[in-house]
């Protein structure tokens, strides 16, 4: 069974077990600065979830930008259509499929009727590619949807190291709940295919936000 499917049951609670506010929030923040959006930009959010990362993109984009989000969990979107109408947002977009096997044409027909253009201007994804199977086609889609120039950033989970090491079997629980493979690194086809690549660590290791260029 794919790890994935484990958050359906809970998703209504998923935002308040997850640690986000005392853990993880902290990468999603740091990611998306360094993914370095400007107004009017379109971005994909792949593997969206509840709509955790919709606020920060948000203040990135603005109003005249617009949010892709992709998700293959129902109960998870149902969330974050209810986060979307809660904010009003009028330029949030959401997508039902399986991020390893979306087709990039799906994400160009949101952005071409909503925006007039094909590409996205920047690719994100927090704490969900650790959770497939298969984390590449995830990423080789990402490569196909961003537009020559733009940019990406995966925030994914390893162990904790040095002197945090003693928060590991925290960390080991915490990721089991949810799926996670702490040794998936996600991040190693940014580094691979991206430039300008920045690779950033927080929570002792626990939390990498790695950012760059593609072409």
Same mark, same amino acid.
């Given at each position: 069974?794919?790890? &994935? ?5 809970? /998703?209504?609670?998923?935002?308040? $077990?997850s640690g986000e ?10 990611? &998306? ?14 593997? #969206? ?19 892709? *989000?992709?998700? %293959? ?11 979307? !109408? ?8 959401? +997508? @039902?499929?399986?991020?390893? @096997?979306?087709?990039? /044409?799906?994400?160009? /027909?949101? !952005? @071409? ?28 889609? &990402?490569?196909?949807?961003? %537009?020559?120039?733009?940019? /990406?950033?995966? $925030? ?11 928060? !590991? ?5 915490? #990721?089991?709940? *949810? ?5 998936a690194r996600p991040? !190693? ?11 950033? =660590?927080? %929570?002792?290791?626990? +939390?990498? =936000?790695?950012? *760059?260029?593609?072409?």
């Amino acid at each position: 069974m794919p790890r &994935i499917s484990r958050y359906g049951p809970g /998703a209504r609670v998923y935002d308040v $077990v997850s640690g986000e506010r005392l853990v993880y929030r902290i990468g999603r923040a740091a990611g &998306i600065r360094s993914l370095r959006l400007s107004a009017g930009d379109i971005v994909l959010d792949l593997g #969206c979830g509840t709509g955790l990362n919709f606020p920060l993109l948000q203040q990135a984009v603005g109003p005249t930008g617009l949010v892709i *989000g992709v998700d %293959r969990s129902p109960a998870m979107l149902e969330m974050a259509h209810a986060r979307v !109408a809660g904010n009003d947002w009028d330029n949030v977009r959401i +997508i @039902e499929a399986d991020a390893t @096997e979306l087709d990039p /044409a799906d994400v160009a /027909a949101v !952005a @071409e009727r909503e925006r007039g253009r094909t590409g996205v201007d920047g690719a994100f994804s927090t704490y969900a590619m650790s959770v497939f199977d298969e984390w590449e086609p995830a990423w080789q889609t &990402i490569r196909r949807v961003v %537009r020559p120039g733009g940019r /990406a950033g995966i $925030v994914d989970m390893a162990m904790p190291t040095g002197i945090a090491v003693v928060f !590991a079997p925290l960390a080991v629980l915490a #990721c089991a709940i *949810g799926g996670a493979d702490l040794r998936a690194r996600p991040w !190693a086809g940014l580094e691979r295919d991206g430039t300008a690549v920045k690779h950033s =660590v927080y %929570r002792g290791g626990h +939390i990498h =936000v790695v950012t *760059g260029t593609l072409h």
